[in-house]
């Protein structure tokens, strides 16, 4: 197994002062044990350790002097060299409470600690420890070997996983089991004529570590007292939430738990008709009356971008008595929000603002990235570690940093929607994950970020396909919104390859070994993680380079109809959807759209994969216009996956409100209007 190296970066204006502390630190970590690789290295100005820190990711700890100083060119007079000579006057190069601030917003997850003298130790750490500071020490005593111990020790208390040394550790103890699972730590598969070869497939640690609650030593996810409790709480240290709880149902069942928690049945929300259906699950759920705004749409490549500023600003002055926002901020192509003014807008209403960030797990730990919603002061993020960390299928988190967060109301919505039975080593990817991205996540950003760069350009060198900026993915309404881009994901125009996405697609998959994230009618996205390889960025490369030599001729694309815009509401979502209803088919005895479709009202929420954006919701008024476009959806696409479309037989139908069932709702028409305050 490979060995860490960790780096402790020293900030030190004297040369002479620097260079005993490099080498006493050194000799320290060559005498004693060093599991984490730790060496010491130096600058001698602030700019300098500042440029090392954002070149160095092994960079694990700075240690900071109090006050740094700078040769003067000029006569001003400055405050002597600390050791009494007559050096060239000085000036203040920064002060250590302006370094450290600069250290944090560049990279948060750093250790940091401060050199001051004994007589000015009370204003100093009075000053500082306001601030992200770990410990200090005094400059006077050279007690290197205590010094490193200190250091050591802080790596270690950062690369602890609470849960998944527990988890390990018991496994490792080999306990006989006589609770649950019932494959019994693989005992019922291994050695079976039938199914060992499932067992040997996944190896035996997958049914090892596949626990039950009955484990009081491995804490329980619904009530955590103990070593899942821990590590929630370093991974909120290291997301800068004020609490964050592992989610095993993915960001789907999270943005449910917060839905629940925050709206009573009839309260307002106002959310992104672009967002995840499970926000759309959520309102359900919840009661709530939503308040959809449409997503802005580029429909010469078939991507939806964020909700404009104007009509989010417009919707909560509209609506002041809505209790919450909910945004998407990356979306799944990557535009991200200038999210701070509209959160400042909506807490000036006192309107909670919650960000799926399901494609924006990794945003923390790298400056390129950052503000993350949480930096730009949302009230709660979800966040799917599966798809761009570390973590398995469904695991992820939920942030929250609101200040009146009633976590007793938001435990019982959680239990409702958790297993009683959770995978543990899902957990455990959780928690090993956090470690890794405040270990080396901004290294391995950094290489990320890299290799992005790189594969734009080769991409765009093959001639046949081209790699689209945020000046060519920005609808023009939002072009002003200061809207920026996740270079993590890239979209690929691939109009004059000659192939249909459907050929593209089969032909990277059977002739190269290659699988894309996902497509639309003219283009290709590929997502870039922590794992991606300089290795998997060649064999694209060479796999699209390949076919554009092959020089076929460009071919019309069929575009994806147009998603018509937001309807009316006609009944909260609840009522429609838990109504029995009536199947009515898209078409009549002629083939044609259904006219009496026209002014029914749905009961079910109808999603096209892509783009997977609610066309119908539960209450919402159906017209002309959206029948023709789920037909034409039907028809043009070769491959189609409609939920909400029941078939009755061979024909398409939905499911729509009866004529008695309206009478019965309270219709949302006879509300009275909310005015802007």
Known sequence: MSKPTSKVLVINDEP????????????????????FGLTFVGA?????????????????????????????????????????????????QVSALKLVQKITALRPELDIYILIEKEKEDQV??????????????????????????????????ARTPFYDALRAYVLSAKDAWHTPGHSSGDSLRGSPWVDEFYEFMGEHVFDADLSVSVKALDSLMEPTGVIAEAQQMAANAFGARKTFFATNGTSTANKVILQTLIAPGEKLLL????????????????AQPIYLDSSVNRKYGVFGPVPKKTLLR??????????????????????????????????????????????????????????????????????????????????????NDPTFKEHLFRENFNMHTSTSPMYSMIASLDV??????ME????????????????????????????????????????????????????????????????????FTRFNITIEKSTFNTITLLLTVGTTRSKCSRLY?????????????????????????????????????????LVPLLDENDQANASLAGRICADQIVPYPPGIPVLVPGQLITENIVEYLIRYLRVQNKVELHGVAYQGYFPSIRVLSAAEERRLSSLRELPRQKAA
């Open 16 to 35: 002479l002062i620097l260079k005993d502390l490099l080498k006493g630190l050194n000799a320290a970590a060559r005498t004693l044990d060093n599991p």
């Open 44 to 92: 001698l100005t602030a700019r300098e350790g500042l440029q090392l820190i954002e070149r160095d990711g092994d960079i694990q700890i700075v240690i900071v002097d109090d006050k740094l100083y700078a040769v003067q060119e000029g006569p001003r007079k400055a405050p002597p060299a600390r050791n009494g000579s007559k050096e060239s006057p000085r000036s203040l």
């Open 125 to 158: 750490v009075d000053a500082l420890f306001a601030e992200a500071v770990d410990g200090y020490f005094y400059r006077e005593e050279r007690d290197y070997r205590g010094i490193y111990r200190i250091l050591n020790a802080q790596i270690a208390e950062r």
């Open 272 to 287: 992104d008709r672009n967002c995840h259906k499970s926000v759309h699950h959520g309102v359900v759920l919840s009661g």
């Open 315 to 400: 919707a909560i002055e509209e609506h002041p008595d809505a209790q919450l926002l909910v945004l998407t901020s990356c979306t799944y192509d990557g535009l991200r929000y200038d999210l701070k003014p509209i959160i400042d807008a909506a807490h000036a209403r006192n309107i909670k603002v919650l960000i799926d960030e399901a494609w924006f797990s990794h945003a923390r730990f790298h400056p390129d990235l950052r503000p993350t919603a949480l930096e730009s002061g949302a009230d709660y993020a979800t966040q799917s570690a599966h798809k761009t960390l570390s973590a398995f299928s469904q695991a992820a988190f939920i942030h929250v």
């Open 433 to 438: 994950s956090r470690k890794q991205m405040m």
């Open 441 to 508: 996540g901004y290294k391995l950003l950094e290489r990320t970020l890299m290799l992005a760069g790189e594969l734009r350009q080769q991409i765009n060198s093959t001639g046949a396909f081209r790699v689209l900026e945020l000046e060519d993915l920005l609808p023009d309404e939002v072009k002003d919104d200061n809207i920026r881009l996740d270079p993590t994901k890239i979209t690929v125009d691939i109009s004059s390859c000659g192939m249909t996405v459907d050929e593209l697609q089969a032909e990277l």
């Open 542 to 582: 060479d796999a699209l380079m390949r076919i554009a030599r092959e020089k076929r001729a460009p071919r019309r694309l069929y575009r994806t109809p147009d998603l018509p815009p937001f309807t009316e509401l006609v009944y909260l979502p609840r009522d429609a959807y838990y109504c029995g209803g009536e």
